[in-house]
């Protein structure tokens, strides 16, 4: 009983914040080194493609990888900006990738 009240205050701690302003999530536990990644070259029917680099996503528990992919850019000079876990007053804040 005791380690299940543990545990549950653990998972309570760690995602205080989740739900904030906007879309951020906010955790108090940094993200692992991304896995060693290798970009596949574009698929030959969509040479024109942005590559969106894999990244840590958060759960709601853990962080899980999710691979990288091509994605269709909205226009002829734009490029991706990846999104990233920026470090903010003791949180971790996921910032969301875009277009430029």
């Given at each position: 009983m005791?380690?299940?009240i543990l545990t549950a205050a653990c998972a309570l701690f760690l995602t205080v914040?989740?739900?904030s302003?906007?879309?951020?999530?906010?955790i108090t536990v940094g993200p692992p080194r991304h896995p060693r990644e290798v970009m596949p070259p574009p698929?030959?029917?969509h040479r024109d493609w942005g590559w969106h680099a894999g990244y840590q996503r958060w759960d709601g528990?853990?962080?899980v990888w999710v691979p990288g992919a091509y994605e269709q850019?909205?226009?002829?000079?734009?490029?991706w900006v990846a999104g990233s876990w920026q470090h903010r007053r003791g949180e971790y804040?996921?910032?969301e990738g875009r277009w430029r």
């Open positions: 005791k380690k299940q914040g989740v739900a302003a906007g879309a951020q999530i906010r698929p030959p029917e528990t853990r962080y850019p909205p226009h002829a000079r734009a490029h804040v996921w910032v």
